[in-house]
């Protein structure tokens, strides 16, 4: 038998982030803040009151989602016609941020429909979206190599534009040992 100090077979767990950590106490926050001013309504107006607004946010949010929706689809299809990408200065973020302003105006809450109402103010929107598009920047340039941040970075510098350039690879006349007929492939065609 050997004596000694015993030795961890498993390294050292990584640092929980603080999003892991507090997220689900913001959560569960945000859930009692928006029982607590319901029921605060409820006694203020009364219950049929709380279930119009409760009924009204849900109407208007799917109308907002749904105008979106519509608008999102007719740029890709202009884009598609163009016969190029969509661009991002074409409205698309200002798209998602209506979606998820629609989705907080569905969500019963008091709380969450003025937020999703917000969302819907475009000085509001474009600040928004300029904040998220640069945070997201900056998550990308801090990527780690081998994790999704890291594989958009990478798309980002081969295809910066994201246009796709038709082409073909042509190999020289004789053929190596090496080469076998799963190697040789038809041309590129659209």
Do not use: Y
Not at 39 to 47: D, K, M, R
Not at 135 to 143: P, V
Not at 152 to 164: E, L
């Amino acid at each position: 038998m050997t004596t000694g100090t015993p030795t961890s077979t498993h390294p050292a767990r990584p640092r929980r982030s603080r999003l892991r950590t507090f997220l689900p106490l913001g959560v569960a926050a945000w859930l009692v803040l928006e029982i607590w001013l319901l029921t605060v309504v409820a006694g203020a107006a009364s219950g049929f009151a709380v279930f119009l607004l409760l009924v009204a946010g849900f109407v208007l949010g799917s109308v907002v989602i749904k105008r979106a929706g519509r608008r999102a689809f007719q740029n890709l299809n202009e884009a598609l016609q163009r016969g190029g990408a969509p661009s991002g200065s074409s409205g698309s973020s200002g798209n998602g941020l209506m979606m998820l302003g629609g989705l907080l105006l569905m969500i019963p809450g008091l709380v969450s429909d003025a937020v999703g109402l917000l969302l819907l103010v475009p000085p509001v929107q474009k600040a928004v979206g300029r904040r998220a598009e640069r945070t997201f920047d900056r998550k990308l340039r801090a990527a780690a190599p081998g994790t999704l941040g890291d594989a958009f970075q990478q798309a980002r510098i081969h295809h910066p534009d994201g246009k796709v350039v038709q082409g073909e690879v042509i190999r020289d006349a004789h053929h190596g040992p090496e080469d076998t007929p799963q190697d040789r492939r038809p041309p590129l065609t659209r």
